[in-house]
């Protein structure tokens, strides 16, 4: 098992520019997130996705959409890249949204933007 | 609104020396609380998870503990090596909230040979 994995490991952005950061999991998990981390914020969560076919709001939402392609890829766009998004993504999946499982954690993107 | 803290942010020890990262939350509404550990450049790793009807957790030479009304839990690491030298994140599934984390900022430590 792969686990869950992330491309790209880096990106560099002009400000304005559009990606799609991509995350797959083969663990045939239903719940998968996208966090991002800054230096001494820890890890905030951005978007979530309960089951296939569902989406909802993290804590810091803006800026960002995603989109539960199937039960293995959730994607995370950033339609028009600002500097406040430089940062280290990761996407994570777990089991279930309502068990308590633990969250397994991909090894993250790392996003600059200029 | 849930916040984690984790004290100290940094912490440097000489090898074998046994250990103890804090972590506190400002409410006691939690479903479970995980610790995790990150090396630099990495994704998280799952070391221990506490469910809230639960007081503490073993693996190996790391024991978490938790005590929900007060709002901390503790990572005891015994006999530390340079191996574990790496940044611990705290993080707290508040209940009915999809089992997301909110995590703390970390405490980095270092083990010195």
């Known amino acids: 098992n792969a686990g869950v994995t992330q491309t790209p490991k880096f990106q560099v952005l002009k400000t304005g520019q559009s990606m799609t950061l991509q995350c797959a999991q083969d663990?045939?998990?239903?719940?998968m997130y996208w966090y991002r981390q800054d230096p001494g914020m820890g890890l905030r969560l951005i978007y979530y996705?309960?089951?296939?076919?569902?989406?909802d709001k993290g804590e810091v939402p803006n800026g960002y959409n995603v989109s539960r392609l199937n039960k293995r890829e959730f994607s995370l766009r950033l339609e028009s890249a600002a500097p406040s998004q430089t940062s280290v993504y990761f996407c994570?999946?777990?089991?279930?949204?309502?068990?308590?499982?633990?969250?397994?954690f991909g090894p993250g993107t790392r996003l600059l933007v200029l | 609104k849930q916040e984690v803290t984790q004290i100290p942010a940094a912490l440097s020890v000489p090898e074998g020396e046994n250990l103890v990262l804090n972590c506190s939350f400002t409410?006691?509404?939690?479903?479970?609380l995980q610790w995790f550990r990150q090396d630099p450049g990495k994704g998280l790793t799952s070391l221990l998870l506490?469910?809230?009807?639960?007081r503490e957790q073993t693996s190996g030479r790391l024991n978490a503990s938790l005590d929900k009304s007060s709002g901390r839990s503790t990572l005891y690491i015994a006999a530390s090596q340079p191996g574990d030298s790496a940044t611990y994140l705290c993080?707290?599934?508040?209940?009915?909230?999809?089992?997301?984390?909110?995590f703390g900022g970390g405490t980095r430590l270092m083990v010195k040979p």
């Open positions: 994570a999946s777990t089991w279930t949204s309502g068990g308590g499982e633990t969250q397994y």
């Open positions: 993080a707290v599934t508040v209940n009915n909230a999809g089992n997301m984390l909110t």
């Open positions: 663990m045939n998990h239903n719940s």
């Open positions: 506490i469910q809230s009807s639960q």
């Open positions: 409410d006691s509404a939690i479903y479970n």
């Open positions: 996705s309960a089951s296939e076919g569902t989406t």
